[in-house]
Every structure is written in C-alpha cells, then in structure tokens.
C-alpha cells in the first residue's frame, strides 16, 4: 500500500455522526496521520492529526469537541468520528501521512503521502 486509503463516507443530516477510517499499514512506526478536508470552491483545510508512537493529538479549532481521531494498530487504520455536524462540515476528507514526526501540524505542507479522499455530506 503506497497511501493512505479513506473509507467510511456517506450522508448525514445536521446534528448527525458519522465516523469515518484510514487505513494504514505502518501505524506501529512513528507517525503524523491528520486529516484534512476541502469544499467545493474552498481551500483544503487540516482537522485533525495523531501522533502514532504516543496517540498525542491535535484539533483544529473549528471542530474542537465535535471531532475525535484515534488510531487502532490491530485494525491498520486511524479514525475520526465526527458528532453534531452541520451543513459547514460538508467537503470531501482526505487522509494524510508523514514519517517520522512526533509533533504533529495542521499545515497540509508536511505531509507528503495522500489519499484519494472521501465525500462526507451533511443536508436534510
């Protein structure tokens, strides 16, 4: 596997949850895994990143306390549940990776493995 690979997408209707996964083989190694998102017509913008060896993380403000990653070594793969979301948090999320940081930014910059994204839309 060359990338990060985003499943768990779909529709929600607003105030609704919705968890989203990121596979990856290598998560017992030391890791930056963020993810980030983009709307249409916006820039791509970070949510939220882990460090693997310690399962530090970090929030982007617009989704502190609404959004929660983690990270399952059995499962190869790093997760974000996302609760109350609104119409804002429609976008397509893309998984991110970067070897060897422990300090993890929420600068698209540093990270230098994608993937291909995953359509996350909230409506009713």
């Known amino acids: 596997q060359e990338h990060p690979v985003e499943s768990g997408g779909g529709s929600v209707q607003p105030g609704g949850s919705l968890k989203i996964f990121c596979g990856w083989p290598l998560l017992q190694f030391q890791y930056c895994m963020a993810w980030f998102r983009q709307a249409p017509g916006k820039e791509r913008e970070a949510v939220a990143a882990i460090a693997t060896l310690n399962g530090d993380t970090w929030y982007a403000d617009l989704v502190k306390g609404r959004f929660t990653i983690s990270q399952s070594y059995g499962n190869h793969s790093v997760a974000l549940q996302m609760d109350s979301l609104s119409p804002d948090d429609t976008a397509v999320y893309y998984c991110?990776?970067?070897?060897?940081?422990?300090?993890?930014?929420?600068?698209?910059?540093?990270?230098?493995?994608w993937g291909r994204g995953t359509q996350v839309t909230v409506s009713g």
């Open positions: 991110a990776a970067k070897y060897g940081a422990a300090i993890c930014q929420l600068d698209r910059a540093e990270y230098n493995l």
